[in-house]
C-alpha cells in the first residue's frame, strides 16, 4: 500500500460544477497537507495548506483535513475551464528534512 | 512565475552516461529540494540541501547527488544513468528550512530521457 492513495482519473465535470479532490494517506505521522496544481510541462504551484485537522478556505477553493481518518480534500467551487489540471495532494511530517510526499495526482477537465 | 528556472528544459541521455541538471533558485532561499516525477506518477522526493549542505534524502541510490552554492544556484548529478531515471526532474526553493514544505516554490522541470 502506497502512503498516499489519489485516484487519478481523469474527472470531467461541466463549468460550473462544484469539484472534490481527495486523497488517504496510512502515514498517522503526517501534520503539513498541501494541494498542488499543475498545468501539462510545468512544475506544480502550491494551491493551499493546512495544518492537522480543520477547514481552510482560500477564494473558490476550500481544503478539508480529517486526520481521524487520514482523509483530506480539495473543493473548487464556480469550476472554470482553466482550472483543468492535475492536482496532487502532498503531506508530510514537518521538520523541514523529510521532503514531501505526493500522490499520483488527479487529471481534471472542465468542460466549457 | 516562481522565480525558480531549471536548464535544460529537455535532455536526452544514454544508458550509463552521467547528467548534470542545474537549477536557480530565488534570491534569499537557502533551502532546495530535487524531485522525481515520472509520467502519470506524483513527485518523489530526491533530497534537500540547506545551506550548502544535504540534510535530508528520500529513497535513492548514491548515484544521485547535488551540490548547492553560495549563489542560490544547485545541481544534481546522476551517474551510470538507468532506463527508469527517465522522468521530469523538478527542484523546488524555499526561503526557510522550517517552511521548507508549506512555501516550496517549484522550478518547471528538466525532462531527461535516457535511450
Given at each position: ?63 478539508q483535513v480529517d486526520k481521524s481518518s ?16 492535475t492536482y496532487l495532494c502532498a503531506m ?21 | ?115
Amino acid at each position: 500500500q502506497k502512503e498516499v492513495e489519489q485516484d487519478p482519473g481523469p474527472l470531467s465535470v461541466p463549468e460550473g460544477a462544484i469539484v472534490s479532490l481527495n486523497c488517504t494517506y496510512s502515514n498517522s505521522a503526517f501534520q503539513y497537507f498541501m494541494w498542488y496544481r499543475q498545468y501539462s510541462r510545468k512544475g506544480p504551484e502550491l494551491l493551499m495548506y493546512t495544518y492537522s485537522s480543520g477547514n481552510k478556505e482560500d477564494g473558490r477553493f476550500t481544503a478539508q483535513v480529517d486526520k481521524s481518518s487520514k482523509y483530506i480534500s480539495l473543493f473548487i467551487r464556480d469550476s472554470q475551464p482553466s482550472d483543468s489540471a492535475t492536482y496532487l495532494c502532498a503531506m508530510t511530517a514537518g521538520g523541514g528534512a523529510d521532503g514531501l510526499t505526493f500522490g499520483k495526482g488527479t487529471h481534471l477537465i472542465i468542460q466549457p | 512565475e516562481t522565480g525558480v528556472t531549471q536548464s535544460p528544459t529537455h535532455l536526452i541521455k544514454t544508458r550509463g552516461q552521467q547528467v548534470t541538471l542545474r537549477c536557480s533558485s530565488q534570491s534569499g532561499h537557502n533551502t532546495v529540494s530535487w524531485y522525481q516525477q515520472a509520467l502519470g506518477q506524483g513527485p518523489q522526493f530526491i533530497f534537500q540541501y540547506y545551506r550548502e549542505e544535504e540534510n535530508g534524502r528520500g529513497n535513492f541510490p548514491p548515484r544521485f547527488s547535488g551540490l548547492q552554492f553560495p549563489n542560490y544556484s544547485s545541481e544534481l548529478n546522476v551517474n551510470a544513468l538507468e532506463l527508469d531515471d527517465s522522468a521530469l526532474y523538478l527542484c523546488a526553493s524555499s526561503p526557510d528550512p522550517i517552511l521548507v514544505n508549506t512555501e516550496a516554490f517549484f522550478g518547471q522541470g528538466t525532462r531527461l530521457t535516457v535511450v
